[in-house]
DNA sequence: TTTGACCTGGGAACCAATGT
DNA sequence: ACATTGGTTCCCAGGTCAAA
């Protein structure tokens, strides 16, 4: 039907009859599905409007089955009435959740739910994958490592596929994961992936009036140029050493330290606002650092995937696109291409260090989450990942300073590209 | 009931890099 | 030289809900 991909790389599963056959066994489904099939690519434009005008009148209340048929039959149409253009795909079928599970699932359906798990993917955990010769492929056949240290998980590429693909299964729906090592899912998450990075490259820069720190104007933020000018230092530009630092870095703290901090790092308002933007669009960045940010009417990203909490990920996720976002860069690659800034390397280190933080139940780390919780949903009860508001100890705090000392003065090795951080 | 605001995913066109 | 693949950007249709 209409969802065959000219490309090779997308078979589909391989059963014609995905599981979960649908239970709206009425005739007036039969019905309708009839319809469908009858509307071969041959059809006239008339005889697809006469078709469509039967559908119409015959629906009122069957929802999301008859809304779905309905999709189906408009890419029939499309695809009839313009035989030379490339063959499309399905359009989202937006009403999917995880609760519902009503409605039969296509093999084009299923696609849609790996590219959209991948597009979560990339808001919630992790910009790209570190993959091995870009294979996507090989890193869905992968099995999980019974071996696996999530301590060691930054030690090398194989621990950090390794914990890449945790976060894949726990994000991945229930009815994808038989299908988990077939070829289509790996593309249609690559697809995924890319699709919302650019998305979201293009948006923030487009929005970013919404997100520039009060006070400054947004014309700076327009050119190459200017955003060199203007914030090369807020993003951690070292006149002396002549490189971009990783940890010293204005726009990271939420005082705009510049130097490491970490009782202020990853609070800056832009971060925030950034997620914001991602989660529920531009218009709600403007009112989160007062907690007035709400979710928007329209069917955003924090409906569709059900974010309720801040999640480690989308704290360095936000990070990462903070510093691009004011950075020299043009495009979003994993290395900058003006600023040579290792992103995809940088965001490992960051979520090193909360993930770190977290585990030795640090102070820093699980206020980090309550600060974001508090701005980003203030209706939520308690924070996940901040284990509820804790009290402010001296004892605490002089145990987190010693934490940070030490964490700070361990030994650094220099035959990496980038210099050791701190001396 | 219609309109409008706000937001999304994806088609289409395009460019660049890579394969053959 | 041509084909294929990968990625970016522009634009549009569609979902949702409040206001008119």
Redesign the pocket.
């Known amino acids: 039907m209409s969802q065959s991909l000219s490309?090779?790389?997308s078979p589909g599963p391989d059963s014609p009859s995905p599981p979960g056959t649908p239970d709206t066994s009425c005739d007036h489904i039969a019905h309708l599905k009839s319809l469908i099939l009858l509307c071969a690519p041959r059809k006239s434009g008339r005889e697809l409007a006469e078709l469509r005008a039967k559908l119409s009148a015959s629906v009122d209340d069957e929802g999301r089955v008859v809304?779905h048929l309905k999709h189906r039959l408009?890419d029939v149409e499309n695809e009839a009435s313009?035989p030379n253009?490339?063959s499309?795909?399905?359009?989202?079928h937006?009403?999917e959740g995880i609760e519902e599970q009503t409605v039969e699932l296509t093999a084009t359906e299923l696609e849609?739910r790996a590219?959209q798990t991948g597009?979560k993917f990339v808001i919630l955990c992790g910009l790209w994958l570190c993959l091995a010769d870009d294979d996507y492929d090989a890193f869905f056949k992968a099995d999980p490592d019974d071996e696996y240290d999530a301590e060691l998980r930054f030690n090398s590429d194989d621990d950090i596929r390794q914990g890449q693909l945790r976060e894949v299964l726990d994000i991945l729906p229930d009815d994808l994961m038989p299908f988990r090592k077939r070829t289509w899912l790996a593309q249609a998450f690559?697809d995924?992936m890319?699709?919302q990075?650019?998305?979201t490259?293009?948006?923030l820069r487009k929005d970013v009036h919404h997100i520039v720190p009060e006070g400054i104007p947004a014309a700076r933020v327009a050119t190459q140029q200017s955003r060199i000018q203007h914030f090369r230092s807020l993003i951690g530009w070292d006149e002396e050493k002549n490189r971009y630092s990783i940890w010293n870095v204005p726009f990271l703290h939420g005082n705009e330290s510049a130097t490491l901090d970490f009782d202020e790092v990853f609070r800056h308002p832009v971060l925030l606002k950034i997620f914001a933007c991602i989660i529920?669009?531009?218009?709600?960045a403007d009112g989160v650092m007062r907690g007035t940010s709400r979710l928007?009417?329209?069917?955003?990203?924090q409906r569709?995937h059900h974010i309720e909490y801040t999640m480690p990920g989308a704290i360095v996720d936000s990070a990462i696109w903070a510093i691009w976002l004011f950075s020299g860069d043009?495009?979003?690659?994993p290395t900058g291409d003006f600023t040579a800034i290792n992103y995809r390397d940088r965001h490992d280190e960051y979520l090193d260090k909360i993930l770190e933080g977290l585990r030795r139940q640090q102070k820093w780390a699980r206020d980090l989450f309550v600060f974001w919780d508090s701005h980003l949903f203030p209706s939520t009860n308690g924070s996940h990942y901040g284990g509820g508001v804790q009290q402010d100890h001296e004892e605490d705090r002089g145990e987190i300073e010693d934490a940070t000392d030490a964490m700070l003065n361990m030994p650094t090795v220099s035959d990496a590209e980038d210099e050791d951080e701190v001396d």
């Not at 043009?330 to 690659?333: A, N, Q, S, V, Y």
């Open positions: 490309h090779s790389r809304q408009i313009n253009k490339r499309r795909r399905s359009r989202n937006r009403t849609t590219r597009r690559k995924g890319n699709s990075r650019s998305h490259r293009t948006r529920r669009g531009s218009a709600s928007p009417r329209a069917n955003v990203m569709i043009e495009d979003f690659l």
